[in-house]
């Protein structure tokens, strides 16, 4: 198999990846028809547990966000290689606008952004690998709740705020992970009131409860 399609394989399924250090014979094919085939039941999967009715998917953009994680991950396994395709490839992601079917699409793969995010800062904190990561974070804030210090701007948020699916995805996630510090833009932490109402001492970790006291 692929080694591409083996790693949209074992991540959908496992959440686990294993890539070689070392690639043998022709590159990855990241527009195979097994590719699409993953990331369309992907997708299906995702819109059995939504609130409410996802975007859209656009495949070619999900394809976009899986080739971005694979060469993260391949990256994470030898840092030692060049990451001028890994840069390549999150300046093509951030030339999109964050609207709602974008921001869906690219969360298919993106989604595991924060788990890698975290494995990579173990081993160190400020290279080059990092600083990409944390500008992939920036531009895409509703894949990347839990990792840390990532000030993404209103702006990436304002286009798929008003979907209700994602906004509350969005919600349940920071509350899953306690992320007061996504609650510094105010819509963001008048949703987190709203779907607390009453019960925030019940429902609130301790970083988000301290975040709606000031």
């Excluded at 939504?50 to 080739?67: D, F, H, I, N």
């Amino acid at each position: 198999m692929a080694t591409f399609v083996q790693f949209l394989s074992d991540l959908f399924e496992i959440g686990h990846v294993s890539l070689p250090v070392i690639d043998k014979g022709e590159g990855p094919d990241f527009a195979s028809l097994r590719a699409m085939e993953l990331v369309a039941s992907r997708d299906q999967t995702l819109r059995l547990s939504s609130a409410g009715s996802l975007p859209a998917l656009e495949t070619p953009v999900a394809l976009l966000g899986c080739q971005c994680l694979y060469l993260s991950c391949r990256l994470f396994v030898d840092r030692t290689r060049p990451d001028n395709e890994l840069d390549r490839c999150v300046h093509e992601i951030g030339k999109l606008s964050p609207t709602p079917t974008t921001v869906h699409s690219l969360d298919v793969a993106l989604a595991f952004l924060p788990d890698l995010h975290a494995h990579a800062r173990q081993l160190a904190e400020d290279d080059g690998f990092m600083r990409i990561l944390d500008q992939l974070a920036r531009q895409w804030p509703y894949s990347s709740v839990g990792v840390p210090e990532n000030e993404s701007t209103w702006d990436r948020f304002a286009p798929w705020w008003d979907d209700v699916s994602l906004r509350m995805g969005y919600v349940d996630r920071l509350l899953a992970r306690d992320e007061g510090a996504c609650l510094r833009h105010a819509p963001v932490a008048e949703a987190v009131k709203s779907a607390l109402g009453m019960r925030v001492e019940e429902l609130a970790g301790d970083s988000v409860r301290a975040r709606l006291a000031t």
